[in-house]
């Protein structure tokens, strides 16, 4: 069974930063797609950022040019650098991973693997 469990939330004023990680475990794909989502309370989980197993990458419009996705195969670890940080980030982040061929999708119910959650939260 495929293990996620996400570090490295807190709580940090605005225009801080935070490096978010997900340990991953016992998923051995070649093909896939691993991304994190956030959750605002009374929100939708919403994608923040999708990587492929060829390192394309992809974000959400509210993150462009401030977060950044990248993952490390050889300590299979998803990370997410996460810049310029405002109060609307603070939401609780999700890791997630699944066997994919193509473009990763960005629908929470494709991806099949989650972590716990970690929160966010930025103050003004």
């Known amino acids: 069974q495929v293990q996620l469990v996400e570090s490295g939330g807190g709580s940090v004023q605005a225009g801080g930063s935070l490096r978010l990680s997900c340990a991953v475990s016992?998923?051995?794909?070649?093909?896939?797609?691993m991304a994190w989502f956030r959750r605002a309370p009374g929100k939708e989980r919403d994608e923040v950022a999708t990587?492929?197993?060829?390192?394309?990458?992809r974000y959400a419009d509210s993150v462009k040019g401030r977060f950044t996705i990248s993952q490390d195969n050889a300590k299979n670890t998803l990370y997410l650098q996460m810049n310029s940080l405002k109060p609307e980030d603070t939401a609780t982040y999700y890791c997630?991973?699944?066997?994919?061929?193509?473009?990763?999708?960005?629908?929470?119910?494709?991806?099949?693997?989650w972590g716990q959650g970690t929160q966010v939260t930025v103050s003004s």
């Open positions: 997630a991973a699944a066997a994919f061929v193509g473009a990763c999708p960005t629908q929470w119910s494709e991806y099949l693997s």
């Open positions: 016992r998923f051995a794909y070649s093909r896939y797609c």
């Open positions: 990587i492929d197993n060829a390192g394309t990458t």
